[in-house]
């Protein structure tokens, strides 16, 4: 049986997400894992290969590769060439909704994956693929969203101190 190490260095700041904050500017910002997710549905849509793609937009297929897996950001001009290629709008390209449950679930790993609530518990990384089963993505994001809402509870609720405890006998 392996046991994982947890940090020594968890603490509720590490871990706590403020979502009563407005959106800043921050996250007005390019969301490119949900980006790299919708290119590579439309990508797949379109029937086309990484290989295929690449053409298209004049472009190498493991920066392609990169941007499918939400690890580069691309820039404009790649961009209105990739809406092109994939037959969309800039728009469509850059929505905010995920072409799919299953993007949605494969997003939302990728995310919890990078946080720090997940460097935290020094876990090992799920590869996030086609092959990974639906069952297991969302038993996975499932886990991840009660910890978090857990350790959020935890933060929230102050603890109260134990009672004194009353000796009973003669």
């Given at each position: ?20 904050q407005p959106p800043s500017a921050a996250a ?43 690890k580069r950001e691309p820039k404009l001009t ?25 993007a949605a679930l494969e997003i939302e790993l ?61």
């Amino acid at each position: 049986m392996h046991f994982f190490t947890y940090s020594s260095e968890m603490s509720p700041s590490s871990w706590n997400r403020d979502v009563s904050q407005p959106p800043s500017a921050a996250a007005a910002e390019l969301d490119v894992i949900a980006l790299g997710r919708r290119v590579r549905h439309l990508r797949k849509q379109a029937g086309l290969t990484l290989d295929d793609l690449s053409v298209a937009v004049g472009t190498a297929p493991s920066q392609l590769s990169l941007i499918e897996n939400g690890k580069r950001e691309p820039k404009l001009t790649l961009l209105q060439h990739l809406a092109s290629a994939l037959n969309v709008s800039i728009d469509q390209l850059l929505g905010a909704e995920p072409p799919s449950r299953r993007a949605a679930l494969e997003i939302e790993l990728e995310r919890y994956q990078r946080g720090p609530l997940y460097e935290a518990l020094n876990l090992p990384k799920i590869r996030v693929s086609s092959r990974l089963p639906l069952d297991v993505l969302e038993a996975q994001v499932g886990l991840l969203h009660e910890l978090e809402r857990k350790m959020n509870e935890q933060v929230a609720t102050p603890r109260k101190p134990a009672a004194p405890t009353v000796g009973c006998g003669p």
